[in-house]
């Protein structure tokens, strides 16, 4: 299986939310897995944020961005090119879609070009919603994270 690890997935996973240890066995079993640039992004500003806001500990941050690093490391990364931003601009069928949430969607569209098996890999209801009527395949079966989550932006 192919995936696209969008980024309330990835940090679910690294903050041991409800789910991560699903979402972990679906990354580590993919054939490949794929992301956006946006979705490292937002994954170390979030990390960064919680150690900011006290949430974690620096010694847990630095853990954190270092597990990313080193999962990424092995990941196809997606940049953002003026293809991908041009379509996040569009309309998508379930709206309204936050900035970031296009993008993220966009480039799984853009992926699926090469990839046409590609998986979304997501626990953020809007990005799910929409890429299940874009004709992605969207796991795992979970919903957002709770209000009081390192992970809610």
Known sequence: MNLYAESSAILRWLFNEEGGDEILTLLRDAERVLCSRLSLVECRRVVRRASLERRISEAEQQEVLSVLAQAAARWAVLEISPRVAERAEAAFPVEPVRTLDAIHLSSAL??????????????????????????????????????NSPTKN
């Open 110 to 147: 853009a992926l699926r070009e090469a990839v046409a098996d590609l998986v979304v890999l997501s626990s953020d209801d809007r990005v799910r919603d929409n890429a299940g009527q874009l004709g992605f395949a969207v796991l795992p079966a979970i919903g957002e994270p709770p209000a």
